[in-house]
């Protein structure tokens, strides 16, 4: 039987002894088992730590360039680990504030007045509050206004007819009531019974706005 020396314990054994791998030449791993098994439960018992994160009050471990991947790209992308000027000062030459403001009207039709008002209280799922880099979705009733696609791709610029807005929602919620309406969300899901309150709410809410503009709601 063929032998192989361990590149950390430097003994010679058996092939057996060693797992496969099959990215490395011979076919089998560099490390014994025993070495391979050792090496493997210090890591996931802590191991050996890297260095914190320089940035002041943030303890996450070293990313890059001595600091963590949260300021490491935030530096990459904006030039400032800050979320000062964090890239919402202008977009394309124009103030942010009236980009913000076209793009709720062209795509929601409210304003940034109803919008601030209608943040006030968060998340309407699980009360999660907006930050100043992160903006809360402007949910809406997609069997009414569908995202245009071709070749199965999103395809140009949507816009709602302003009658399907449901509420406000962070990144999980938005994407959590998404699932729910599509019949992929587990049973076990933590918040099920909020999402389908909420659904239920608004499929009410939207149908008497609808009925109130001699409209018919659309489902598909």
């Not at 919008?115 to 809360?136: F, P, R, T």
């Amino acid at each position: 039987m063929k032998n192989k020396t361990c590149a950390y314990c430097n003994k010679e054994q058996p092939i057996n002894k060693y797992y496969k791998a099959t990215r490395q030449p011979d076919g089998y791993d560099y490390y014994c088992k025993e070495c391979r098994k050792f090496n493997s439960l210090k890591s996931h018992r802590g191991g050996k730590r890297k260095p914190q994160c320089e940035i002041e009050n943030c303890n996450t471990p070293n990313y890059a360039l001595k600091m963590c991947k949260m300021h490491y790209e935030r530096t990459r992308r904006t030039g400032t680990h800050t979320l000062k000027n964090y890239g919402r000062d202008s977009y394309n030459g124009q103030p942010y504030e009236r980009v913000r403001e076209n793009h709720l009207i062209r795509a929601y039709k409210i304003t940034t007045e109803e919008y601030k008002e209608m943040a006030k209280h968060g998340c309407e799922i699980c009360g999660k509050q907006e930050l100043d880099h992160k903006k809360l979705h402007v949910d809406h009733d997609w069997n009414c206004c569908p995202v245009p696609k071709r070749n199965g791709k999103q395809y140009g610029y949507y816009k709602t007819c302003g009658q399907c807005i449901r509420g406000l929602l962070c990144d999980r919620c938005n994407g959590t009531v998404g699932l729910y309406e599509k019949g992929k969300l587990r049973d076990d899901y933590p918040d099920l019974q909020k999402i389908i309150i909420y659904v239920a709410k608004y499929n009410q809410i939207i149908s008497d706005r609808m009925i109130n503009d001699g409209k018919e709601r659309k489902i598909r």
